[in-house]
């Protein structure tokens, strides 16, 4: 006779775990369920990386808008009916470089106006027939003082306008975090939905085998030994699925990268660099892809083992 086993079974045989290890496994390696559950965990896992990537590239892009806008500001100059444009212009772009911190100031002439207008009010226009303000873009260094330079320009130019981006760049933020708390929320159906699954699928295969989890339990196998027999087979199904998932979603990152690089020069390829950057993740984004696809194959050991045990307890 032996000892119980560390559940309270009844005792058995020292070898009938070693037995059970040797022969058959306790679950089928290749069943029609365990397919399945391949695909779904796939599924989800390219679900979930495709929204973890996509909402790093709108926090990459959101940053590089910012950065875009609050490194210059601009200044209309709208003259009076007396002013002498030129004058009034010449003035402003003096006052901007002489403040401490400016970088590079370009004013637009008559004829960049033009040009600028030109896809709203054809190529025929005459800009001495409508008030259009000239503008003067004013690139910032990392010292700018914007209110001494909002002081100058009311003070010596009152014809300026000065607008230094801030609330566009408020705007950029706020957008870009309801678009990533969004991801973040469907990230989080993607694994809820994965784990439902996952239960589900565990089940199936403790509801299959009952009678052999049963024999096993009340001969004395350890639940730890039970456990560990579905964890194995769970974890390795997770791990396919999460490796064909992960691997389809950094394909397809990859191949965004190169169709953009190769559109870039194209009208809507250039629209979409400006809106999302070139699609690359970098090494640390691709980096969390295969964190993503880890944390699947672990939960989907974790949760198929904690409902086992629990199964087995409630058999004691």
């Known amino acids: 006779m032996t000892e119980p086993g560390d559940d309270g079974a009844a005792p058995i045989a020292p070898s009938s775990e070693a037995a059970v290890a040797r022969g058959a496994p ?33 926090a990459q892009a959101s940053q590089a808008w910012k950065t875009d806008v609050l490194s210059d500001l601009t200044i209309q100059v709208k003259p009076g009916p007396d002013d002498d444009v030129d004058r009034v212009v010449e003035r402003v772009v003096a006052i901007a470089v002489r403040q401490a911190g400016s970088g590079a100031v370009h004013a637009y002439s008559a ?50 306008d000065l607008d230094d981006h801030r609330v566009w760049a408020s705007r950029i933020s706020v957008m870009a975090g309801a678009i990533v708390s969004l991801a973040l929320a469907i990230f989080l159906l993607v694994i809820v939905a994965m784990a439902t699954a996952i239960g589900f699928a565990t089940r199936g295969a403790v509801a299959e085998n009952r009678e052999i989890v ?35 979603a950094i394909a397809f990152f990859l191949a965004a990268a190169g169709l953009s690089r190769w ?54």
């Open 214 to 248: 049963e024999v096993l339990h009340f001969v004395g196998a350890s639940d730890r030994f039970v456990a560990n027999q579905f964890h194995g087979h769970f974890q390795r199904l997770g791990f396919q699925g999460a490796a064909i998932g992960g691997g389809a």
């Open 263 to 316: 559109s870039a020069n194209s009208p809507g390829g250039a629209e979409l660099a400006a809106l999302f950057g070139s699609f690359a993740l970098g090494p640390g984004g691709y980096f969390g892809l295969l964190l993503v696809a880890g944390v699947v194959t672990l939960l989907t050991g974790i949760l198929s083992r904690r409902i086992v045990v629990r199964h087995l307890r409630a058999l004691q």
């Open 26 to 58: 306790l679950i089928p390696r290749d069943s029609i369920s365990g397919s399945a559950l391949v695909v779904v965990v796939a599924i989800m896992t390219f679900l979930a990386c495709l929204t973890a990537g996509g909402a790093l590239l709108v």
């Open 111 to 160: 004829d960049d106006s033009k040009k600028l207008l030109q896809p709203w009010l054809g190529d025929n226009i005459d800009l001495a027939l409508l008030p259009v303000p000239r503008i003067v873009v004013v690139r910032l260094a990392n010292d700018a003082d914007i209110a001494a330079l909002r002081t100058s320009l009311a003070r010596e130019a009152p014809q300026a």
